[in-house]
């Protein structure tokens, strides 16, 4: 029996395992640690009892959309970046509505 060093939720826990589980055990853990980041990100400020339990529940919703055959998109972080730039760009236009003059 093998045993893997796994980093979840800014943590260390050291898991035994099937000889030759290690890889497949480690991408498992590192897909429980993005979802323990987006509950971090989204909520904060969260104890990492409440920030595990968020989620376990993204990571349940996630399957049930896949056993319901939603499709998933993954998340680029090119378009997450140009989308908040636009965002930053709206947001000071408006801004310039609201401050300046109007001409007619």
Do not use: W
């Amino acid at each position: 029996m093998a045993e893997v060093d796994l980093k979840v939720g800014g943590r260390s826990y050291m898991i035994a395992c099937r000889d030759g589980g290690e890889e497949h055990l480690r991408t498992l853990a590192k897909h429980v640690d993005r979802k323990a980041e987006e509950a971090r990100a989204a909520v904060g400020g969260m104890n990492e009892v409440r920030q595990m339990l968020f989620a376990a529940l993204l990571l349940a919703d996630e399957f049930a959309e896949q056993a319901a055959g939603v499709p998933t998109a993954p998340v680029d972080s090119e378009v997450v970046a140009a989308l908040a730039k636009l965002a930053d760009r709206i947001e000071s236009v408006a801004d310039a509505l609201e401050s300046g003059p109007i001409n007619a």
